[in-house]
Structure formats: C-alpha cells, structure tokens
C-alpha cells in the first residue's frame, strides 16, 4: 500500500492521541492498527503522514473520526446465532433463578448485539428484571444504541439469524419500519443503560452475571488481553458466565482455571471458582 504507515510513524501517533486525548491504543494488535491508520490516510486523502499527524494535533474535532476507524464497530443482530440459541438453551434457565439480572456488553460497538439480547430475555419473560450495560469506547457508535435505530435493509439478515437462534416469532414485531430505518420497540432500550468505557484504563463498575465481549479481544495484545480478561473476572459474579467470540478463547490466560468452557463447543465460559 502507497501511504503503508511505518512502526515509528504509528508510534508518534499514538503517543500524539495518549498525551493530548487521553485515549491508549499502545496495547492493541499493531498490524491492525496500522492498516487501519493506511487506510484513513486513503479515504481522507492525506499525502502524507506529516499532514495525518498534523490534523490530529490541530483539530481535536478530527478525533472522533480517528477514535470510529480505529475502533472495530462491525456487528449484527444475533451474530453466529448459535451461540444465542445455547444462551436461550441452557444460560437463561439459570439466569431465571436470580432475583435480578445484570449483563455487560463491553466493547458493543452499535448496539445489535445488545437488542439481541433484549429480545432473548423478553421472551424468557426476564427483560422485566433485568438491566443492559452497553458500553464502548466510541461514544458516536453507542449513541446509536440510545436511538434504537437500525438500518431496513439488514433486517432480511436479521430476521434470518433470529430464528436460526430458536426464534419462534415474526421478527419484524419487535421494530416499526420508516422508510429506510427500522426503530426497535422502546420497551427494550428502557432496559438499557449507555456508557463509555474504556478496556484498556476503566475499572469494574458493577458485578454481573452475564458478560459479552466478542471479537473485541483479538486486536489487543497478549498483554492487553490477559488484563481485559481479569478485569472480567473482577466484574462476574461466581458462576456468571462469559461469552467472547468465535477466535477469542481463555486458553493461557490468567483466569484459564476459575472457568470452564460449556461443552458445545461455543465461546461461552462459566466462572467456577
């Protein structure tokens, strides 16, 4: 690629984003970072990194456009719905037996994957006793989630995920299409709580029963995993239940042995000691 960022180059720049804006991208998977950074420099149409780094440093504006590419927010509504039919299946029934439910979306982008698991909940007839942490680092992507407003044209897909997670309704009862939007029934956003947060330097700030963080991990480092994954450990309550996705697994990791992976096969871990 003609505008390839170098590794001193990124380095600047990331220390350019830390030291001004507080944001910390040191720790995240660094091929990644710099394709991505390649590829803003593209789309924006910057001849150079001079000119990039420049623009961060003189425009604070220009920094939610670097935070959005920079950040992964690729997602859908019941995503690999398998792993939503096991939580229908078999995490659900136990959930049930608490008095309340809490449940941890960190790194949940725009949102389809918290008003999956609305819809999950309404249907075991939970959503009435239970609350929705939807958190990301990007606070443009999470303020779509306070809308509750989804493309039309993906709900073709949506719908098809939905009863492929053992989805026995109409989806479409759940959203009023308008023109092209579709905007989900506000009786589940009630149940939501948004917030930024950041992975890398934000603590625990509550302890819950169900945690999702899926294909959020695999562009951190080894490092920045392992202190995510504690940080998971020190917000899940005993016998609460973790679900990262499809390439992300506990293996080697410093909570490997307080959890124990359901038997499925999906990326679903119950915390055990």
């Known amino acids: 690629m003609e505008n390839s960022v170098k590794d001193e180059e990124l380095d600047l720049l990331l220390d ?70 096991t939580i229908r299946e078999e995490v659900l029934p136990i959930l049930a037996t608490h008095p309340f439910i809490r449940i941890w979306h960190a790194g949940c982008a725009t949102g389809e994957e918290v008003y999956s698991m609305a819809i999950l909940l309404d249907e075991a007839n939970l959503l009435h006793k239970s609350l929705l942490y939807a ?42 299409a308008k023109y092209n939007w579709a905007k989900f029934d506000d009786r589940l956003k009630a149940k939501m709580i948004v917030a930024t947060h950041n992975l890398v330097s934000d603590r625990s700030f509550n302890e819950f029963v169900l945690i999702f963080c899926r294909n959020v991990l695999i562009y951190f480092d080894k490092y920045l995993q392992d202190n995510v994954l504690t940080l998971f450990d020190d917000s899940l309550e005993k016998l609460g239940f973790l679900v990262l996705g499809s390439k992300e697994n506990l293996r080697f990791s410093p909570i490997a042995r307080k959890f124990k992976q359901l038997e499925n096969r999906e990326r679903i871990w119950r915390k055990v000691m």
């Open 16 to 85: 350019e984003l830390f030291r001004s804006y507080g944001y910390d991208f040191t720790n995240y998977a660094r091929a990644s970072l710099k394709r991505r950074v390649s590829r803003l420099m593209i789309i924006d149409r910057f001849p150079s990194f001079a000119e990039l780094l420049y623009r961060v440093r003189q425009d604070p504006a220009y920094l939610t456009r670097m935070v959005e590419e920079l950040t992964v927010n690729v997602t859908e509504m019941f995503r690999d719905p398998q792993v939503f039919k």
């Open 135 to 176: 958190t990301d680092l990007n606070p443009t992507a999470i303020e779509n989630i306070r809308k509750g407003v989804f493309p039309i044209s993906e709900m073709k897909q949506y719908s098809e995920n939905y009863i492929l997670s053992g989805g026995k309704h109409d989806f479409s009862k759940y959203y009023t």
